[in-house]
C-alpha cells in the first residue's frame, strides 16, 4: 500500500533552467530540482501530472498549464507481525519469552507514531522479547478482556501473565524502561 507523502507544485517556465521548490516536510531548506528528475528523493516512485486549465470570459481566454510532482512511498519501517484473538493463547501466553503488545487501531494517529518505535524494539529485543500488534477493532475480546479504554496501550507479558502497561504514545525510554524489568 503506498502512501501519497506530498504534492510538489512545480511552476512550469519557458527556460530550460532548474526550478527552485521549497518541499517543507522532505526538505529543510529550499532545493533546486529539474522537472525530469527529483534526486533528492531516491526510493520514492514519482510521477508527474500535467494539468492545462482554460478559462473563458466575455472579454478574454487564459490558459494556464502546470504540473505537478506526486511522491509515494512503501511502508519502510519494520512490520511488527500482528496478533489476534485466535492466535494470542499461543504466541502471548504461551511465549517462552517476554512478549510486548501493541493494543492499536489503524485510525488513531498516536498508534502510528509508536509502531515505528515497537518496531525498532522488536529488532533491538531480538531473541529476548516478542514484540506484537493487535487491531481492537478485529480484535476485541481480547481487548475488553485486558480492559483496553485508550489506546496505544502497551502491555508487556511474562510467563503468560500481564506484567506492566504503559497509555499513550510515550517516548522511547519509556518503553525500554518498562522492558529492562522484565528482560
Not at 5 to 19: A, D, F, G, M, Q
Not at 96 to 106: M, S
Not at 113 to 139: F, H, R, W
Amino acid at each position: 500500500m503506498a502512501t501519497v507523502l506530498e504534492s510538489v507544485i512545480i511552476p512550469r517556465h519557458s527556460s530550460s533552467k532548474p526550478t527552485p521548490v521549497m518541499v517543507s516536510s522532505l526538505a529543510p531548506l529550499a532545493q533546486t530540482v529539474k522537472i525530469q528528475s527529483l534526486p533528492q528523493f531516491n526510493g520514492l516512485r514519482t510521477h508527474f501530472q500535467y494539468s492545462k486549465c482554460t478559462f473563458v470570459s466575455k472579454n478574454a481566454r487564459i490558459v494556464r498549464r502546470g504540473g505537478r510532482v506526486v511522491c509515494e512511498a512503501q511502508d519502510t519501517a519494520l512490520d511488527v507481525p500482528s496478533v489476534t484473538d485466535k492466535t494470542w493463547e499461543s504466541l502471548v501466553l504461551k511465549a517462552d519469552v517476554p512478549v510486548l503488545v501493541e493494543f492499536w487501531a489503524p485510525w488513531c494517529g498516536p498508534c502510528r507514531m509508536i509502531l515505528p518505535v515497537i518496531a525498532e524494539l522488536s529488532k533491538q529485543y531480538a531473541g529476548k522479547l516478542n514484540c506484537y500488534k493487535l487491531n481492537t477493532d478485529e480484535s476485541p475480546l481480547t481487548a475488553t478482556q485486558y480492559g483496553i479504554r485508550s489506546i496505544p496501550t502497551v502491555m508487556i507479558f511474562k510467563d503468560g501473565v500481564k506484567k506492566d502497561a504503559v497509555i499513550g504514545a510515550v517516548p522511547r525510554a519509556t518503553l525500554v524502561s518498562s522492558i529492562d524489568k522484565f528482560v
